[in-house]
């Protein structure tokens, strides 16, 4: 289990959103590059990084802070936001990033994963960002008629990383983490899942440590990192504790 500290960036800053909203958004920091020192100064192991300009444009828009990232901490990052082309994960995973994330161009080209999961084996992820079971795209702004589960299936035999699962409605509002879909998400399907939006408190760290999320290969914390109602060192102390899955 990988508890992954988020760092969105919009404008060039360290932000988090409510429910994907970009009028929504709180400044937490104005150096992202300094917000990933931080965490690994606490002890994270990996980091989830979002261009969340990117999503919106379709391209890469914080390049300059992605780099910055790379550049101050040798953890290793999952890296969504803008990427739509075959030329665009060769250029992050080049410069370092360990995998990129593929949310919108799943949806709308999900030949693209299969190329990219064929071409960087190990190195792909597919994120289902659902609203009401729906998949959200284009920086979560338009539903499709996906569901997460019909994504899901898409791609399970086509060697992707993992399926970063994240409940629209909650994220960014600290009302405890989706386990439920994304724990039936795990059971459907071979790929490891890993649950995103809304994680709150410590309650959600042991909530992960059930023997029912045992198939879930981890979770992504934003908000409740930031505004202190979670305590890293706890979190981190009770995830290392838990008995290796067999």
């Not at 299936?153 to 994304?182: C, P, Q, W």
Request: glycine share 8%; aromatic share 6%; hydrophobic share 50%.
């Amino acid at each position: 289990m990988i508890l992954f500290p988020a760092i969105d960036i919009k404008d060039g800053a360290c932000v988090r959103l409510e429910q994907g909203d970009m009028t929504r958004a709180t400044v937490f920091q104005r150096d992202p590059a300094a917000q990933a020192r931080a965490f690994a100064s606490l002890g994270f192991e990996y980091l989830h990084v979002v261009d969340l300009d990117g999503a919106f444009a379709g391209k890469p828009v914080n390049s300059a802070a992605v780099e910055q990232i790379i550049a101050a901490t040798h953890m290793p990052l999952q890296l969504g936001g803008g990427i739509r082309a075959l030329h665009t994960i060769e250029s992050w995973l080049e410069r370092g990033v360990t995998r990129v994330i593929i949310g919108t161009a799943a949806v709308r080209e999900p030949t693209l994963v299969r190329e990219a999961a064929r071409l960087y084996p190990g190195r792909v992820a597919v994120a289902l960002d659902a609203r009401e079971g729906r998949i959200a795209v284009e920086g979560w702004a338009k539903a499709s008629e996906l569901s997460a589960f019909d994504l899901a299936r898409k791609f399970e035999d086509v060697g992707i990383a993992a399926l970063i699962y994240t409940d629209v409605s909650r994220d960014g509002m600290l009302a405890g983490l989706n386990l439920d879909a994304a724990i039936a998400l795990a059971d459907a399907v071979s790929v490891p899942v890993i649950a995103s939006g809304g994680f709150a408190s410590i309650g959600d760290v042991v909530a992960l440590m059930q023997p029912r999320a045992r198939k879930l290969a981890g979770a992504i914390v934003g908000r409740a990192l930031y505004d202190g109602r979670l305590d890293p060192a706890e979190a981190l102390r009770l995830i290392r504790s838990a008995p290796a899955t067999a």
